[in-house]
């Protein structure tokens, strides 16, 4: 009796411990993901501040103010576009039918494929002076010169804002769909029944619904914008991204792009606080669906609604998507030649590796990620979880350039301890390869990895851990047995995501590549640069088609997923 009494202390007393020491490791872990995301941001506030501080009072007076307006302005424009486009599109596809209803329901994603920097070329091509649109229209009315009449001006802060929400715009679109397949008819059935006209339904029941839907939608667009470098170069927008680049590499001071890049951080963290406080009240309900055969139809749209609905839901795609792949497919059939250039095809072989390198690297730290607050169940390790997921806030102008020197500090310590002890030189193993942007891109791209598979993870019977352990399964044999197979579809979502991602990057991968490394992204960019834009377009539509199969992949199986469920 007392040896039995002694083992069961001895197992109650063990007990606690093992539990420590588990959150201790996974903590550690969590904390080791959340201290690889800062380092770039410490590096860069390192830099910004430890400097004289003479370059700040030219920043103050003649960059900042005007590279501070212009990006403001660029957001508001961009924010108002997207929401107004994505929300629309996505009530009429819910609400109502028309014609080519469900083929444009998952082409309106169609656009996501194609960057910024590509769309702001295509644009150019395809509406400035030499292009179809001002041709006709001065063939059509007569004209001859510029002069003879007035045409919207591309190369402005609108036309930036225009080109960045054609192809952004399905951010919105995505989010303020499930939210109305999940929702929205059901509230809307229910208002109509009680004599709400359809306007007043819209307005006073399903925007206050699906307002958090929205803005987190919005927040991701904004996060894109400020991200882009490409396209406000193009169209000589200045904004803050944009400034980054020329006060480091124009004007030669690191520590002026440093105290920019603190700034647009200051921007990105109030963006964030706002979006936060402007969903504090907002709550989703997830009331169980009903079956689609007792709901009652879509709102048929007869006469000439129906064609001028299809013709409203089909401009954002066309404008997004169809500009692009015409303007690059007809440049790519006069260079059809280029599909054999060894410099592309090493570019791409580049991005392909890349990419897949990120997505491998962003699942399995999403995955290590979840599971080490699976099991730990710790407030300390949940938090730290979270703040790992804020690199996505983090332009990738910011990203690069702190780890750009994070990195090359290494580098060199390592190179100087391997000369020292063994006479050999390492040189440049992080800077000097793909690895850089592997990291940056991995860094960047995590939330999205977490929170595919977090969705995922939510679906699954919440005591399945607990079941497995039961029967003898250590917590990482549970996992690779049992979890993991169960959230197959969630993780090849995750690693979709963070691969097309990865291949449409140019602003981390502009600064961090090594010399002689080109991918795609880089390649178009300097034939942009070069005033040949044209020259990037087999490039250009690689990268649109290479990101288009997944994304068609993926819309499709959301688009049953969600149906499925009304």
């Not at 991204?241 to 990105?268: C, D, H, K, Y």
């Amino acid at each position: 009796m007392t040896s039995l009494d002694g083992t069961a202390r001895t197992q109650t007393a063990s007990a606690p411990r093992v539990k420590r020491e588990r959150h201790g490791v996974v903590f550690f872990i969590a904390l080791a993901v959340c201290a690889m995301v800062l380092l770039p941001v410490a590096t860069l506030a390192g830099i910004a501040f430890s400097g004289t501080g003479e370059a700040w009072p030219h920043l103050a007076s003649t960059v900042l103010p005007g590279a501070t307006l212009t990006t403001l302005h660029l957001l508001a424009l961009v924010s108002i576009l997207t929401s107004v486009t994505g929300v629309a599109c996505a009530w009429l596809v819910v609400g109502y039918d028309f014609p080519l209803r469900k083929t444009l329901a998952w082409a309106l994603v169609l656009p996501l494929a194609v960057p910024p920097y590509l769309a702001s070329y295509a644009f150019a091509e395809f509406f400035l002076f030499a292009g179809p649109v001002q041709t006709a229209w001065r063939s059509l009315f007569g004209f001859h010169t510029a002069r003879d009449y007035w045409f919207p001006d591309l190369r402005s802060t609108g036309g930036a804002a225009l080109v960045m929400s054609c192809v952004l715009y399905p951010y919105v679109y995505l989010t303020a769909r499930v939210v109305f397949i999940m929702q929205g008819r059901n509230i809307a059935d229910v208002a109509r029944t009680l004599g709400a006209k359809p306007s007043t339904v819209f307005r006073r029941i399903l925007l206050p619904v699906s307002r958090p839907a929205i803005i987190a939608g919005v927040a991701l667009v904004l996060m894109e914008t400020l991200n882009d470098f490409g396209a406000s170069e193009y169209l000589g927008v200045r904004t803050l991204t944009l400034s980054v680049f020329t006060t480091w590499l124009n004007r030669g001071s690191l520590e002026g792009a440093a105290q920019i890049a603190m700034l647009m951080l200051v921007l990105v963290f109030t963006l964030l606080m706002a979006e936060q406080w402007a969903r504090r009240r907002q709550r989703f309900h997830s009331a169980r669906a009903t079956h689609m055969k007792a709901r009652p139809p879509r709102v048929q749209l007869t006469g000439w609604k129906g064609p001028a609905a299809t013709l409203a839901v089909a401009t954002p795609m066309l404008l997004g998507f169809g500009v692009p792949i015409y303007v690059f497919g007809t440049y790519a059939l006069r260079r059809a030649h280029q599909f054999f250039d060894p410099a592309l095809a090493r570019a791409f072989v580049n991005s392909l590796t890349t990419a897949l390198a990120a997505a491998v690297l962003a699942v399995l730290i999403a995955l290590l990620l979840i599971n080490a607050a699976r099991v730990a169940r710790s407030r300390s390790v949940t938090l730290a979880t979270r703040f790992a997921m804020i690199g996505y806030a983090l332009p990738g102008t910011i990203m690069a350039l702190g780890l750009l020197f994070s990195l090359a500090r290494f580098d060199n310590w390592l190179d100087a301890q391997m000369r020292a002890w063994f006479d050999v030189s390492t040189g440049l193993l992080l800077t000097g390869s793909a690895t850089a942007i592997v990291l940056a891109c991995s860094i960047r791209f995590l939330a999205l990895a977490e929170g595919s598979i977090r969705s995922g993870l939510e679906k699954l019977p919440p005591n399945i851990d607990e079941a497995a352990r039961s029967l003898g399964r250590s917590s990482l044999q549970s996992a690779a047995s049992v979890t993991i197979p169960l959230l197959w579809p969630a993780i090849f979502t995750a690693g979709v995501l963070v691969f097309v991602d990865t291949m449409k990057e140019l602003s981390a991968t502009i600064l961090l590549r090594p010399f002689g490394f080109n991918t795609l992204a880089t390649f178009i960019y300097e034939s942009a640069s070069r005033g040949m834009a044209q020259d990037g377009a087999v490039a250009a539509l690689l990268i649109i088609v290479t990101a288009t199969v997944p994304i068609v992949l993926l819309s499709g199986a959301l688009m049953r997923d969600r149906e499925a469920m009304m």
